[in-house]
């Protein structure tokens, strides 16, 4: 409009001063740029329009994912950009830094809620910021099983918490920190007791272990440390044994007779032979042993070396802390497994020689 006025000025002066000719030429030059600057102008507003138009498709409508069912665990005080990375990672959305910035434009960033998310369907990103914004639960329950080893237990943390495994596993095994927490080991194995932890979303793996180890110790009392000094065993010594039984037995009631066993061989000196130990050391843990396996180089093999191994090979649970602290009095230096869970328990050798060919037998008959 401006410019308009001040050409309507010019051509007024031009025609005071200009001859006809000169004054037509200047209108003609006039019109041209004015033309010009209005084709600039409508362009302009053209673009705007479509930008306009696409706003809304693209932050109200459009998908951002095709996931329809996941899990996303914010952890506390999580900016924006590694909110944006978690999405990414777990492909909730394709483009991070649009999230972040209509995340900024929306004034979300600041709203994000730290907490477990569940997110059902496929979102907008306006439905996405408005989901992460009303907080997810703060209660995301841990639940360490009976005979779970810390290998185990790093794919559930990184599950259920976002802490990566490798880093978990590399906390549980870092002697710094087991001394820091208390923990009477070089590795938190055997000491992460068995339970349901309730856990809120941005626990570091050092927090973690330090809790599980305060449930250890709730649970060991002191009768029971009484009870490991009458028997001349650590704290260590009773936990690892308590590993092998934990995964020797399948039934508690023959956790005692099993210990009884154990307790036997290490007062003679004899080799535990405990398949379960060979797992533990070749990382195998469900695997059915070859005789090549017992042959393994590994302070773990207690067919090659022994006593006990360097350290617990699970976490094992109350009942079978209390077995090892406890073991059934009798003469029994062997077993083998029956099959669906039992053992048969020999004193000698020759009979447990006996029992492997009577059991193979009886498996053959039953085929």
Not at 234 to 239: G, N, T
Not at 256 to 263: E, Q
Not at 330 to 356: C, L, M, N, P
Request: proline fraction near 4%; aromatic fraction near 10%.
């Amino acid at each position: 409009m401006l410019r308009t006025i001040k050409a309507g000025f010019a051509l007024l002066y031009s025609a005071l001063l200009l001859s006809p000719v000169a004054i037509l030429d200047n209108i003609m030059k006039s019109v041209k740029k004015t033309f010009a600057n209005f084709l600039i102008v409508l362009v302009a507003l053209i673009v705007i329009g479509v930008v306009l138009v696409s706003i809304p498709y693209s932050v109200l409508y459009k998908d951002t994912s095709k996931v329809i069912d996941a899990t996303i665990v914010i952890p506390k005080g999580c900016s924006v950009q590694n909110t944006a990375r978690l999405l990414t990672e777990n492909r909730i959305i394709n483009r991070p830094n649009l999230f972040i910035l209509w995340a900024k434009l929306l004034g979300f960033d600041r709203r994000i809620r730290a907490g477990r998310h569940r997110l059902v369907g496929s979102y907008s990103l306006l439905g996405l910021l408005q989901t992460l914004s009303r907080g997810g639960s703060f209660s995301i329950d841990i639940t360490v099983y009976d005979g779970e080893n810390i290998y185990e237990i790093a794919g559930v943390v990184e599950h259920k918490l976002g802490i990566d495994s490798l880093s978990f596993l590399d906390r549980a095994t870092n002697d710094s920190l087991m001394k820091a927490v208390g923990i009477p080991s070089t590795t938190a194995e055997g000491f992460l007791f068995p339970e349901t932890y309730n856990i809120d979303p941005g626990t570091s793996a050092d927090e973690l272990i330090a809790m599980m180890y305060h449930q250890f110790k709730q649970e060991f009392k002191s009768n029971l440390y009484a009870r490991a000094e009458s028997l001349g065993m650590s704290i260590k010594d009773v936990v690892t044994l308590a590993s092998i039984i934990e995964k020797e037995a399948y039934f508690p009631d023959e956790m005692p007779r099993i210990s009884g066993v154990y307790h036997n061989r290490l007062s003679r000196g004899m080799l535990l032979q405990a398949c379960p130990t060979v797992n533990y050391a070749l990382k195998q843990f469900d695997k059915r042993l070859l005789y090549e396996d017992l042959e393994l180089e590994s302070p773990y093999n207690t067919y090659k070396y022994k006593g006990l191994p360097p350290t617990p090979i699970a976490n094992p649970g109350k009942k079978a802390i209390l077995a090892a602290l406890y073991p059934e009095k009798h003469d029994f230096y062997y077993f083998v497994s029956e099959g669906e869970g039992h053992h048969s328990f020999t004193r000698t050798e020759k009979e447990h020689a006996e029992a492997i060919r009577a059991i193979k037998k009886r498996k053959g008959n039953l085929r």
